[in-house]
């Protein structure tokens, strides 16, 4: 098993930033790949981006491509986002998700991804 939490949101201005972090706990060396995702009230998770564990490729929605900045702590075991140029449609629910089998082909989709943290909320405000 492995356990997931994420810490950093809040609310800011647009235009401002923030880092979101998410440290993994439990069995890592099973992870392959840890990935961010964003959900809004009444609409399905949205893949942000990814950070593949064997090489740090890294992978990103076109929507924060530019933005938002994904990176690893190996030491650590724990996954960051930086978000930069926030918008207001930026604002929702983050969550980090972690994966024992990494693909490419489906990596933004979440089912593909067998553990999740518990969120947190990121506000923008205009």
């Known amino acids: 098993q492995v356990q997931l939490v994420e810490s950093g949101g809040g609310l800011v201005q647009a235009g401002g930033s923030l880092r979101l972090s998410c440290a993994a706990s439990?069995?890592?060396?099973?992870?392959?790949?840890m990935a961010w995702f964003r959900q809004t009230p009444g609409k399905e998770r949205i893949f942000v981006a990814a950070i593949s564990w064997s090489n740090s490729r890294t992978y990103y929605a076109d929507s924060v491509k530019g933005r938002f900045t994904i990176s690893r702590n190996n030491d650590k075991n724990t996954v960051y986002l930086q978000m930069n140029s926030l918008k207001p449609k930026d604002t929702a629910n983050y969550s980090c998700?972690?994966?024992?089998?990494?693909?490419?082909?489906?990596?933004?989709?979440?089912?593909?991804?067998?553990?999740w943290g518990q969120g947190t909320q990121v506000t923008v405000s205009s």
């Open positions: 439990g069995r890592t060396s099973s992870m392959d790949a």
């Open positions: 998700a972690a994966t024992g089998r990494f693909q490419i082909a489906s990596m933004t989709c979440d089912t593909e991804y067998g553990y």
